[in-house]
């Protein structure tokens, strides 16, 4: 079982940058892949970004490339989501999620590849 616990969110103006990290504890001896979710009010949760096992492959969706940046680190059991430009759009329950699949070696982008996921963090971009 893998516990993950994000942080960083909180109320920015349009235009500012955000960090967020997500910290993994529990049976963390296996490396996952990891991902960034959204969910605005009404819609869907929606993948931001996600990324490889071990960090060689990245995905990001439209709508935040060259904004966003998805990282890792390993040894701190942290994968880390910074936010550049950002948009009153970008407003959003952000969430971390896990992928304990041992045999995928890319950044899964689907909803149903993840097998953990955080409680959430709240961002606000204000226009």
């Known amino acids: 079982q893998v516990q993950l616990v994000e942080s960083g969110g909180g109320l920015v103006q349009a235009g500012g940058s955000l960090r967020l990290s997500c910290v993994a504890s529990?049976?963390?001896?296996?490396?996952?892949?990891m991902g960034w979710f959204r969910q605005a009010p009404g819609k869907d949760r929606e993948i931001v970004a996600s990324?490889?096992?071990?960090?060689?492959?990245?995905y990001y969706a439209d709508f935040v490339k060259g904004r966003f940046t998805i990282s890792r680190d390993n040894a701190k059991n942290t994968v880390y989501l910074q936010m550049n430009s950002l948009k009153p759009e970008d407003t959003a329950v952000y969430y971390c999620a896990a992928d304990n699949n041992y045999y995928r070696s890319y950044a899964p982008r689907e909803f149903d590849d993840y097998d953990y996921w955080g409680q959430g963090t709240q961002v606000t971009v204000s226009s």
């Open positions: 529990g049976r963390t001896g296996s490396s996952y892949a």
């Open positions: 990324i490889s096992k071990s960090g060689g492959n990245i």
